[in-house]
């Protein structure tokens, strides 16, 4: 089990040359909950952001991540075929007020955990604050349900 903020900022590496390919920024969730790719910062000044879709990540290390074949990192501007949410990047999902199902709200979205062999979402960290984080601590809603993102809040089944 991983959470987001332990991935961001590490770098990719192409197993096979053993070439720093660039560093994490990003998730992309898909709307039935699950995390289908991470986007990297390219390395150079020109080069783009590129998707590195989960399948084709052969280890997450507490260093780096490593990438099977980078013939598999795809554009960022390509569409995907099913809805895709990012955490932090294009009107991302972070801080976003997170909602239950029965109308309760449970917090900011904060983080993410999720499972780096299939890439299930099990978890939302969620705070209410910096103080409450303090005295409370943040919570984790944890759920196998996708969540149903809307235009001001996030909805979860919990």
């Known amino acids: 089990m991983r959470t987001f903020s332990l991935l961001k900022d590490l770098p990719v590496y192409d197993e096979n040359s053993a070439e720093v390919l660039g560093r994490v920024a990003d998730l992309c969730i898909t709307s039935d909950g699950k995390v289908n790719a991470l986007i990297m910062k390219g390395k150079g000044l020109f080069e783009r952001d590129r998707v590195v879709p989960i399948q084709s990540i052969s280890a ?3 260093d780096g991540v490593m990438v099977t074949d980078k013939q598999m990192l795809e554009r960022l501007d390509n569409e995907a075929d ?52 303090i005295i409370e601590g943040k919570k984790v809603v944890k759920t196998d349900k996708p969540l149903k993102v809307g235009e001001n809040v996030i909805v979860v089944d919990v």
Do not use: C, N, W
């Open 82 to 133: 099913s809805p895709t949410y990012f955490l932090h990047t294009h009107h991302g999902l972070f801080r976003k007020p997170l909602m239950s199902s029965e109308g309760q709200k449970l917090g900011l979205l904060e983080d993410v955990y999720f499972t780096e062999e299939v890439g299930t979402i099990i978890g939302y960290e969620v705070t209410d604050g910096f103080f409450a984080d």
């Open 60 to 62: 997450i290390g507490d």
